[in-house]
């Protein structure tokens, strides 16, 4: 009898032992990680890109660019437009022939446009002995455009001018949507005569 008293003695301590200890089940899951540890192989960094600096674009027209100057011997429209730009138009002059004709910075530049996600817009003022306000308040006249530091193919942006009247007379008005910064030539068809000029579009 004190034998089995002695052997459930011995099988009770072990039971009550055996719940003492900490169950593996039980540990935190970072400490069963690190019981269990496997090797993690890490992904291959990407290949570094080629990092392309934009092209800062010049405030001042590149020789590259053929801007249109003053020519040698100013143009002078027939009356009664103003034999020059008004004194108020700094640093302008007068471009074309007397059946079409603009006022053009010396500096050949526009700069500080507004821009919006279609590109840089300016306004630009063109004279024409033929045209008559009262009789074509919104004349046909086409606007085209062609980058000339870059390949490219023209583009029209205005096919209807409307009409502008101050200091300087009566004149046709057009909006000129420009893409992008850069060399340009802009050219204005009205009836049969047809004038073009180079500018130098910078930020």
């Known amino acids: 009898m004190q034998r089995l008293y002695f ?9 009550l032992l055996a719940g003492c200890a900490p169950k593996a089940a039980a540990q935190p899951p970072e400490v069963r990680a690190l019981e269990n540890p496997t090797s993690t192989i890490l992904p291959e960094p990407p290949a570094t890109a080629e990092i392309t600096k934009s092209k800062i674009v ?57 821009q919006d996600k279609d ?13 008559d306000t009262s009789a074509d308040p919104f004349p046909a006249f086409t606007v085209s455009i062609e980058r000339l ?27 000129v949507q420009i893409p992008s910064l850069g060399c340009w030539k802009i050219t204005g068809q009205y009836q049969k005569a047809e004038l073009s000029f180079v500018v130098w579009v910078a930020p």
């Not at 052997?7 to 039971?15: E, G, K, Q, V, W």
């Not at 300016?122 to 024409?128: A, C, G, I």
């Open 7 to 15: 052997a459930l003695s011995i099988l009770f301590l072990a039971s």
């Open 58 to 114: 010049p405030r001042n027209p590149p020789a590259s660019c053929p801007i249109t100057r003053p020519p040698a011997v100013p143009f002078v429209p027939p009356a009664p437009y103003p034999a020059e730009p008004p004194e108020r138009y700094v640093n302008e002059f007068w471009y074309g022939t007397p059946e079409l004709w603009t006022m053009l910075g010396t500096e050949g530049t526009w700069y500080a446009l507004p």
């Open 119 to 131: 590109g840089y817009s300016q306004k630009v003022f063109w004279w024409s002995q033929d045209f």
């Open 149 to 175: 530091d870059v390949a490219s193919s023209p583009l029209v942006v205005a096919q209807e001018a409307t009409n502008a009247s101050a200091d300087f007379g009566t004149a046709m008005l057009t909006g």
